[in-house]
Structure formats: structure tokens, C-alpha cells
């Protein structure tokens, strides 16, 4: 792969901290540079404005309110399209949830877990290739 230093660097938001650490651990053996967080701090990081060359987005948190398609769907638009909307292309939301929403899925790449790491790498690798 031949990406350059600026988009190696990836953000993973994860509140599960063993998931977030194993997803973070498997980058780095891969040559990316890692900022891992858990949801409650993904704005305040994307807000500081580094320039990540993906994003990993898992399990996003349940608000009572919303269904279990929603609730992904409102993450997403309220982190991304407000803050960094141009990241979204290159966005990778890991789910259990299946994304039955055309243009959601269009948006960013969606993998279903559990998922292969070859599978979460290849995706990666397009993702940052996106404009």
C-alpha cells in the first residue's frame, strides 16, 4: 500500500475498550498510526481537527429513543456530517446492526461483525483511497 503519511493516521471510536484495543493493536501491526477513543470523547477529537485518513466507528451508543437502525444512523450524522463532513467517504462503521438503507450504505462502508481482519483491512485501504 502506498498511502502517505498524513492518511495513515486512522481514529477508532469504540466504547468497548478490550474491542477498541484489539482493533487498535491489529493497525498498528499493520503500520497505521492509532487514535482510539470511546464515543464520549469522539467529538472533542474530531472537532481538534487532525487529518485522519479513516475512520472506525464501532457500535454506536443506544439512546432509549431510537431503534436499533436508528441509532447508527443518528451517530453517524451527528458526528460526521456536522463536524468533519469530507471523513464520511472514508468512514467504517462496524455493526451487528444490518444496514438495509441504500443510501447509508453509500455514504461510508458498513461491515457486519463478526468480520474477517483481512475483510476490515481491505475495506480500510479503499476507504482511504476515497476523496
Not at 478490550?18 to 477529537?45: F, I, K, M, N, W
Not at 451517530?75 to 455493526?95: D, Q
Request: aromatic share 4%; charged share 25%.
Amino acid at each position: 500500500m502506498s498511502a502517505t503519511a498524513e492518511n495513515r493516521l486512522i481514529l477508532v471510536i469504540d466504547s468497548d475498550e478490550p474491542h477498541r484495543a484489539r482493533l487498535t493493536a491489529l493497525l498498528r501491526e499493520q503500520g497505521y498510526d492509532v487514535q482510539s477513543v470511546p464515543h464520549e470523547g469522539a467529538l472533542s477529537v474530531l472537532r481538534e481537527g487532525h487529518p485522519f485518513g479513516a475512520l472506525i466507528l464501532c457500535s454506536a451508543p443506544e439512546p432509549s429513543t431510537l431503534s436499533p437502525q436508528d441509532r447508527l444512523g443518528e451517530f453517524v450524522a451527528r458526528y460526521m456530517t456536522h463536524v468533519v463532513p469530507e471523513l464520511l467517504a472514508r468512514t467504517i462503521v462496524l455493526s451487528a446492526i444490518p444496514h438495509d438503507d441504500e443510501a447509508f450504505r453509500e455514504a461510508c462502508a458498513t461491515l457486519g461483525e463478526p468480520f474477517a481482519e483481512e475483510e476490515l483491512l481491505e475495506t480500510l485501504a479503499a476507504c482511504i483511497r476515497r476523496d
